[in-house]
Structures are given as structure tokens and as C-alpha cells.
């Protein structure tokens, strides 16, 4: 591997098989040049002026990843929350910082962060982008707006009043977030019941149109069949874990454009936690998986947006990343490799607004994770990393 030392946002990457995520195929032998940590020239003949040269032709690579619900500064142990409280704000910061380094150097170049204790993930954000520590790119939520007896109220701003609305999505606005997280229902991590709501749909629509008078996008934790449904018709952008969602409902997320970012993998987890984690946790998310199954493989058939989520950190679901289990859960659940990975690069990036990430071409960043076998063939090869590029620079 030592011939990957060399790479420092400028060199030619040689031979390289990548895979292709708009057309779902691999293009084979192209050489890529990176300069200033761009994707400057892919072609097919060799470069002329050898340089930084690192041949590829033993690996496949693919964009960046990215994890479109992630909470940071947890540890995935059995009790993040507990955890969290115990060593307070600072040090769950330098956790979260950690966390994001691991993700970064397992692939996961990218994360939208939905649920911080007093909005560290915007802290955490704000170093890496100024260059005091390295990291992913991240997107930051912020603390989740959710209104009193909510979901997971240790990482939220209660509102349950319009203007405390209006003054929550304000004041995240003012302190650096990016996007906006609502608890629009009950979770399965919490006392609370799942449904029907937290939130009213006017609420909601309240949400929705502040937030995006105000540049920001918005993510609801939703699982109730009614809650979902008031989301959906208050325009939210990306509906979170959505548990039980039929098939008029998803339909008007296509029309609407509205995508599901739908963490298989962390219910899967919960509903096998038992005698690990709280029996009510569990029998609630025995209820989620059943209902994911359904509403998943119907959201597909009917070409609803999808990106891929992990809410990594969560109760016993393991350190950070998750990305890899994810993928699995998704094509378990009936989703074919190609479209898993644009899951988790460009649908993400379009969701995100970013068109400089989530693909290998021209003019974007030079994002990448190169694997031991082809992606494609077998999504098993996301768990067999051999090196991953952060905008060019060796991670
Ligand atoms: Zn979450």
C-alpha cells in the first residue's frame, strides 16, 4: 500500500476501474487525474508525464459515500443517550469529532447529521470546514425541533407554540444549520408511543415554510401512518425512517418529489435487542420492521425518491459507520445493487443540493473508496475497503 502515500490532492490515478452511478455499470481501465483535490480529466490513454502516478487496476472505485441521517456524537452502545448526559457537551463534541473521522476513513466522505445535545454536530461542522481538524463534509441539523413529551428530547428544542417554531428555526438558522429535523411522531428509542403525531400537519406546514424561506431543507422522523401522511402533505423534504406509509401516500411523494431516507438497518438491529435494550423498545420496532418491509419494496416499484440513512449512533447499533449494514438491509429488502450505491452518492447529493460530490467525473470532488471487487456484482464488497480519498488527500 505504500505506493498510495504519495497521493496529495494532485496525481494520476492509472488503470482504474470505477463504477459509473448514473448508468449503473463499471467503466474499465480510465485514468483519472486530481488536481487541487478535483476530478480535473478522466480519459482513456495513460498520462504522457508520469508525476504522481498510483495504478488502480487492482481495485474498483466508487464516489464517496454518504449517510443522510447520522447522529454523531453517540456511541451506538446500549444506552448513547445515558452516555451522552454522563460525559457531557464538550466531550460528546470530541466524540462526535472521532466519530466523524472513523466515518471518513470507512468511506463515508459525506453525512447529514439530524439529532446533536446543544447542536454540536453545527460545532463539529465548523472546525472541520475551517480546516482545524480533518473530517467528512457535514451537514448539520443541529438540535431536532419536537414539541413537549417528544422523541428524544435530550437532543431537542422543544416548541410547541407557532412562535416557538418560528423562534427554533430561527435561532438554528443564526447558529450555522443547514437543514432543519423535526420530530413530527414518536420513536421507538423513547417511553413515548410512535403515534399518531407529534405534530399537527398545520404545524408542519408552518415548518416547512419558514425553513425554506430561509434556505433550509427539511427532515421529519416520522413512523406513524397518519404522521407520515400530514408530512407528506406539508411538503416535508426527506421523511425519516418511515415505517407504515400506503400506497396513495407514495404515490404523492413522487409527485411531489419528496424522497425517504429509510434506516432498515437500525430497526432491523432493535427488534433483535431483546434482553439487551428495554422490552418497549424492542416490541415497537418489531412493529417498524414489519411495516419497513412492505412500504420499502412498494416506495421502489413505484420510483419514489430514495437515499440511504443509518441513524448511526444509535442504541446497540454498533460503532460508526453503519453504511455497510445499511446497504445490506436495503437490497435484503428488494433494492438492486446499482440503485443501493445511488442511494447512498447521488441521490444523496441531490438531495443535498451538492453537485460537486456523489459521483466519479469531471469537475466533481475527488470523493472516493476503492474496493478489493466489484460493487456491482456483489455489495458485500463495501465491508473490504483498500482506501478511501477525501477531496484527493489520502484519508
Ligand atoms: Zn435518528
Known amino acids: 500500500m505504500n505506493n498510495f502515500i504519495n497521493i496529495n490532492g494532485d496525481c494520476w490515478l492509472i488503470n482504474a476501474n470505477y463504477v459509473d452511478v448514473i448508468n449503473g455499470s463499471v467503466k474499465e481501465k480510465k485514468n483519472i487525474r486530481i488536481n487541487d483535490g478535483v ?34 456524537t453517540w456511541d451506538g452502545g446500549n444506552a448513547p443517550v445515558r452516555t451522552m448526559l454522563e460525559e457531557g457537551n464538550y466531550v460528546a463534541a470530541i466524540r462526535g469529532l472521532a466519530n466523524a473521522q472513523d466515518s ?25 470546514r ?17 414539541c413537549t413529551g417528544g422523541h428524544v428530547p435530550e437532543v431537542g428544542i422543544i416548541a410547541d407554540t407557532s412562535d416557538e417554531i418560528m423562534k427554533a428555526i430561527r435561532y438554528l438558522k443564526a447558529k450555522g444549520a443547514a437543514w432543519i429535523k423535526v420530530a413530527a411522531t414518536g420513536g421507538a428509542y423513547g417511553p413515548e408511543e410512535i403515534g399518531p403525531v407529534l405534530y399537527t400537519q398545520e404545524e408542519l406546514a408552518l415548518i416547512v415554510k419558514e425553513s425554506h424561506r430561509l434556505n433550509m431543507k427539511v427532515a ?30 407514495l404515490k404523492k411523494m413522487v409527485e411531489k418529489g419528496l424522497a425517504l431516507i429509510p434506516t432498515l438497518s437500525v430497526y432491523q438491529c432493535l427488534a433483535e435487542s431483546k434482553g ?19 412500504t420499502f419494496k412498494k416506495a421502489v416499484e413505484l420510483g419514489v425518491r430514495i437515499a440511504l440513512g443509518t441513524d448511526a449512533g444509535s442504541p446497540n447499533y454498533g460503532p460508526h459507520p453503519s453504511v ?3 446497504m445490506l438491509a436495503m437490497h435484503e429488502y428488494g433494492m438492486i445493487a446499482a440503485d443501493v450505491i445511488r442511494c447512498a452518492t447521488i441521490n ?8 460537486s460530490i456523489g459521483v466519479i467525473e469531471e469537475g466533481r470532488a475527488a470523493d472516493m473508496v476503492a474496493l478489493k471487487a466489484n460493487p456491482l456484482e456483489d455489495l458485500e464488497a463495501f465491508g473490504d475497503i483498500v482506501f478511501v480519498l477525501k477531496d484527493g488527500n489520502l484519508v
Open 220 to 249: 421529519a422522523h416520522a413512523l406513524s401512518e397518519v404522521g407520515i401522511r400530514n408530512c407528506i402533505d406539508a411538503g416535508i423534504d426527506t421523511i425519516e425512517h418511515g415505517a407504515h406509509i400506503e400506497e396513495e401516500s
Open 276 to 294: 439487551i435494550l428495554p422490552q418497549n423498545i424492542v416490541d415497537k420496532a418489531v412493529m417498524v420492521v414489519g411495516q419497513q418491509k412492505k
Open 130 to 146: 475551517r480546516g482545524i481538524v480533518k473530517g467528512p463534509n457535514m451537514i448539520p441539523a443541529g438540535r431536532i425541533i419536537q
Open 348 to 355: 444523496a447529493a441531490q438531495l443535498l443540493n451538492n453537485h
Open 104 to 128: 471518513m476513513k470507512k468511506g463515508v466522505t459525506t453525512i447529514r447529521e439530524v439529532g446533536s445535545p446543544d447542536d454540536t454536530a453545527i460545532d463539529i461542522s465548523n472546525a472541520i
Open 324 to 326: 455497510y449494514k445499511e
Open 39 to 72: 476530478i480535473s480529466e478522466i480519459r482513456d490513454s495513460l498520462p504522457e508525464n508520469e508525476g504522481d502516478v498510483v495504478d488502480c487496476s487492482n481495485v474498483y472505485l466508487t464516489p464517496g459515500l454518504i449517510d443522510m441521517h447520522v447522529h454523531i
